[in-house]
């Protein structure tokens, strides 16, 4: 059929079906959609943000992010690829297969944007965009660029659906498309992706395709679409492609399907999966897809599986940031209570799909112990993403640097931009959820929000200052006065709770309470399911107060967490703190914080655009000569906001500083090689990890950072040690780097020292020893003692490989 003939049979099709729907969850009480979440979320579109803390922020994605993203996706041909399949443009296809997702997930957060603000010229830009996206679809609408340009390659759609991420591509173009359709009410974007996913219905079912995709994001997407028109085989598609994974006899391209693994979350059944593995984005996609699949279908067996897998992520594998991944070679999850700090992936990805699944747990058990951990998630791991001026990016989010990170302007795998870009502007849609008559309100933000409940219209206004302030003024304004609950969560931390499971616990109790008061008179209302229940009969302008206690709070992980052993964590209300350089004399990994040290928190407006900080006072560890760790001398502290961090050049930073000494990165000891002035030839890595006598685990270790001279090979590098005076040397160990098993850089081919003689010359030490290249150990020569203001190390590097050092020592 041509495009023209089925335009108008969609079109009509189209008319029939919207008429149903009104909101991206509203359509579980219209014809066609009989199940739905047991809560229901008060849509984006229906809440206005007028708050101190999230305007600035919505504002800063609006005019910056956005924007830049659109730029970006230009200037690196995104868009270009879309041009180019609809015979706009000639050429190769620009950068990676899966780009086309980024364009979508920019024009998702656009449409949000247009909702606080109808920018008419981006109303137009994305009229440009989706009208090149329509003549970029195939006949069949198959729509996915890569194989598109320089010309149509039907022999290669869907012959690896594994690795390609056509599906990821289309799940982000339906997210898109019911996003611009809600906010705009043009149904041009929203047909697009109902006729590809026409055809994903007639290529994959029981009779014919049975292999589920690589990435999960397309369940999401089906879902959204079938919310967004009622049709019931978008849902069963959904369905279809979950109950695929972890089944063996599959029929792909080429007859039967392998696995794909556990980094695909395919290694069984998702029904009979209960930890969390493999990569966390695709995993956090995959039960947020579950969750929903689950609610519109009423399938137990679903959620006792995503129960069971939320159980171990949030007791054992979720940072105190509310991040989740703790390892890059898979970007996903490790074993339990394997989160290592320098380390930590944390993909800002992943927080964002943390958040969209713990609020589908929220919405299906009303618990609020889900919306603890997706506050600590926003409000930490996620803005730590981006810069406060919205165009510059973490993709990892460590909870330690040595020497400072800095966040980039893009990347060339962007997910992690463009997903801001989109979830930023979502963030409203989740302050409130309703169920029958009661209201809930879940975070507290300024603004209002207007509510449809069962039986009545309910206006919620918010004044606050949180997350700075605990005080929250909440005006109930019913349509009709009748009885019904506000549901005020009480966050888990005022309840002297840290995260709803024992991987972390506050170390200090706190005895003040969360205080509510109704029209100025308190109250003691039950606490259900860390929700304060108010039920009482609402008239129009009653009002609640709460009062959540702010005091500074001291984190210990459970310990199994060897990363966090010896450790602390500070947080005031949702708030995670870490130490950075910029604040502390460019000292916080020998910082030693005293369990009976005081906190004081200051709000400093004049500081990362207005934060609150804290203060106290800490000591400095030391190594010895002897090799012991001694504290010296004591000095104040400054802990700001974890997602302010790297906002003013690169320093160390620190989440978890330590609290006993043995647990400090101790400043190093004044041995000569500390002593010296250091030089290298050339400099990859860090030249100061090479004298700061801290050893790594195996020479493979880059946790505590190495110098290494990568890219260079088969060339002759050097390391230089100087003195203003002269000092007897006999001795000089090398523990030497070699990642060879992963990377690039192994034992050198060989090595010598030489020192500086009386007439300035460098000459080789006298030795009998020879020189070592062993791995996972220290390499000592002893020569003729020497009295030297200068010893060199001349390095001669492989052919193939590079090498690098650990640790030198010279006595």
């Not at 009979?272 to 579950?290: C, F, I, N, P």
């Not at 990362?608 to 760790?629: H, I």
Request: net charge negative; with cysteine; glycine share 8%.
């Amino acid at each position: 059929m041509s495009h023209q003939a089925k335009s108008t049979t969609g079109l009509v099709a189209i008319i029939v079906i919207l008429g149903l729907w009104s909101s991206s969850y509203a359509g579980a009480d219209q014809a066609g959609l009989q199940r739905d979440y047991n809560v229901k979320p008060v849509p984006f579109n229906h809440v206005h943000v007028e708050d101190g803390f999230w305007t600035p922020r919505l504002e800063t994605n609006r005019t910056v992010t956005i924007p830049y993203a659109f730029g970006k996706c230009e200037e690196t041909g995104r868009i270009r690829n879309f041009e180019k399949a609809a015979g706009l443009r000639t050429g190769e296809h620009e950068g990676i297969y899966f780009d086309d997702s980024d364009v979508y997930k920019v024009m998702e957060g656009a449409a949000y944007s247009l909702q606080v603000n109808p920018d008419t010229m981006m109303r137009l830009y994305l009229d440009k965009l989706i009208t090149i996206m329509d003549k970029a679809r195939w006949d069949d609408d198959y729509l996915y660029t890569f194989y598109s340009i320089p010309a149509k390659q039907p022999e290669k759609r869907w012959t690896n659906i594994q690795v390609m991420h056509e599906q990821y591509c289309a799940g982000h173009m339906y997210e898109a498309a019911v996003a611009h359709y809600q906010v705009t009410g043009d149904s041009s974007f929203l047909k697009i992706a109902i006729d590809n996913a026409d055809l994903l219905c007639e290529t994959f079912a029981p009779d014919k395709r049975t292999d589920p995709s690589g990435h999960q994001e397309i369940k999401i997407g089906l879902c959204k679409l079938y919310r967004a028109t009622g049709d019931e085989k978008y849902l069963e598609q959904a369905r279809f492609l979950l109950d695929q994974r972890g089944r063996k006899g599959r029929r792909g391209p080429d007859g039967n399907g392998g696995l794909y693994g556990e980094y695909a979350q395919d290694h069984k059944p998702v029904i009979e999966q209960a930890t969390a593995v493999g990569h966390s984005v695709r995993a956090a996609y995959l039960y947020t897809g579950m969750a929903d699949v689950a609610a519109l279908t009423g399938n137990m067996d679903y959620i006792r599986a995503i129960d069971a897998i939320w159980d171990d992520t949030v007791g054992t594998k979720l940072y105190v940031t509310g991040g989740i991944g703790a390892s890059g070679g898979n970007e996903g999850f490790s074993e339990p209570y394997e989160l290592p700090n320098q380390t930590a992936y944390c993909e800002t990805c992943a927080s964002i799909a943390n958040i969209y699944w713990n609020h589908r747990m929220f919405l299906m058990h009303g618990d609020a112990r889900y919306i603890d951990v997706l506050e600590r998630t926003l409000y930490n791991a996620a803005l730590s993403g981006v810069s406060m001026d919205g165009d510059r990016f973490f993709y990892p989010n460590v909870l330690e640097s040595v020497s400072g990170h800095e966040r980039s302007p893009w990347f060339a795998c962007a997910c992690c931009p463009s997903n801001v870009a989109r979830f930023i502007p979502s963030m409203p849609g989740y302050v409130y959820a309703h169920k029958d008559r009661d209201v809930y309100v879940n975070l507290f933000v300024g603004g209002d929000a207007t509510i449809q409940t069962a039986d009545n219209t309910v206006t919620l206004t918010q004044q606050t200052e949180y997350p700075w302030d605990g005080r929250v003024t909440i005006r109930v304004e019913p349509q009709k006065s009748e009885t019904f609950s506000v549901c005020v969560r009480i966050p888990g931390w005022a309840r002297n709770e840290a995260v709803p499971s024992d991987l972390y616990r506050f170390e200090d109790a706190v005895k003040d309470e969360a205080v509510v008061r109704v029209n100025g008179r308190r109250v003691a209302p039950p606490v259900e399911k860390g929700y304060a229940r108010i039920e009482r009969q609402w008239d129009s302008g009653d009002t609640i107060e709460l009062r959540l206690p702010m005091p500074v709070r001291r984190i210990v992980a459970h310990e199994a967490v060897k990363a966090a052993r010896g450790r602390l964590a500070l947080q005031r209300g949702p708030l995670v703190y870490c130490l950075e350089g910029h604040d502390n004399d460019g000292q916080v990994l020998s910082l030693v914080i005293s369990d009976d040290a005081r906190f004081k928190a200051q709000h400093r407006r004049d500081l990362l655009g207005g934060v609150t900080v804290v203060t106290g006072r800490a000591r400095a560890a030391k190594r010895t000569v002897a090799e012991d760790v001694v504290l010296t001398r004591e000095q104040p502290f400054t802990a700001i906001p974890y997602y302010a961090w790297a906002h003013r050049g690169r320093s160390p930073m620190t989440v978890w500083p330590a609290r006993v000494p043995e647990a400090a990165r101790a400043e190093p000891a004044d041995t000569l090689a500390y002593l010296s002035k250091t030089t290298a030839s050339f400099v990859h890595k860090s030249l100061p990890a090479v004298t700061d006598q801290v050893l790594p685990a195996n020479s493979a270790d880059a946790s505590g950072g190495q110098l290494d001279f990568w890219p260079r090979k088969g060339t002759t590098e050097w390391l230089q040690f100087e003195w203003d005076r002269k000092h007897p040397v006999s001795h000089v160990k090398v523990y030497w780097f070699d990642d060879s098993n992963h990377g690039g850089c192994r034992v050198p081919q060989s090595w010598r020292v030489l020192y500086r003689d009386r007439a300035g010359r460098l000459q080789p030490v006298r030795t009998s020893d020879a020189y070592g290249t062993e791995k996972d150990q220290f390499n000592e020569v002893a020569f003729e003692t020497v009295e030297t203001d200068a010893i060199k190390i001349d390095i001669v590097l492989d052919k193939d490989w590079s090498a690098g050092v650990q640790e030198v020592v010279i006595d």
